[in-house]
């Protein structure tokens, strides 16, 4: 069954760093577009970043452009958010999820993984 | 402010028939698919509706996609308290060149 595992987060400064991991299983890493999603404490849902299968094209949020990186290891199937200048507005879990694969720009999210809190404070 | 517009919560009576709305522009629902989700408190999201009206498999066929326009909506029919939850819409938006979310719609079963 598909697994994906999240990991990395934690407590961090305004302006600090973080790396974010998620782990996958029970499909074809290698042949899956991935996300990562964000939900603040008490609010909705907000996409962040997306990575093509073979990590040829990256997208991102207007919100994190320039500061949070995507990417992939097909050897290892991992996913990694870095995370670089985090702000309070940054508080949120973060979840990486698979891309659904219908279609090249497809805001469909098949498989999510558990979350990963990550706290932006001083 | 989310790009897609929901109403923030509705609400029905077990057996009663539910619509959730998601208003967009030309940009997003006028010119793309839209997908639907749904989130229990304290769990991940679990995909409900894509390519606009389309059902995973395993997802009740109580639940139903429509899209008209630039608005599109959820219908949750035979409502039952299991259906407690956020239901989101989603859809690409052509001018930011990535995914949108809607605020997000609490529905609470009376």
């Known amino acids: 069954q598909v697994q994906l595992v999240e990991s990395g987060g934690g407590v961090v400064q305004p302006g600090g760093s973080l790396r974010l991991s998620c782990a996958a299983s029970?499909?074809?890493?290698?042949?899956?577009?991935m996300h990562w999603v964000r939900q603040a404490p008490g609010k909705g849902l907000e996409w962040v970043a997306f990575i093509r299968y073979d990590g040829s094209n990256k997208y991102y949020a207007d919100s994190v452009k320039g500061r949070f990186t995507i990417s992939r290891d097909n050897s290892k199937n991992t996913l990694f958010l870095q995370m670089n200048s985090l702000r309070a507005e940054d508080t949120a879990v973060y979840y990486c999820?698979?891309?659904?694969?219908?279609?090249?720009?497809?805001?469909?999210?098949?498989?999510w993984g558990q979350g990963t809190l990550v706290t932006v404070s001083s | 402010q989310s790009v897609l517009t929901q109403p923030p919560s509705a609400s029905g009576t077990p057996g009663q028939r539910v619509t959730i709305s998601c208003s967009g522009s030309?940009?997003?629902?006028?010119?793309?698919?839209v997908y639907w989700y749904q989130q229990v408190p304290g769990t991940a999201p679990k995909l409900l509706i894509y390519r606009n009206n389309q059902r995973p498999s395993g997802v009740p066929d109580r639940f139903s996609g429509s899209k008209s326009g630039t608005s599109a909506s959820l219908a949750i029919s035979g409502l039952r308290s299991e259906d407690e939850a956020d239901y989101y819409c989603a859809a690409w938006d052509d001018s930011l060149s990535g995914r949108v979310f809607g605020g997000g719609t609490k529905l609470t079963v009376l």
């Open positions: 999820a698979k891309d659904l694969g219908d279609n090249w720009n497809s805001a469909g999210f098949d498989y």
């Open positions: 029970g499909f074809t890493f290698s042949s899956s577009g």
């Open positions: 030309s940009s997003n629902i006028g010119s793309n698919y």
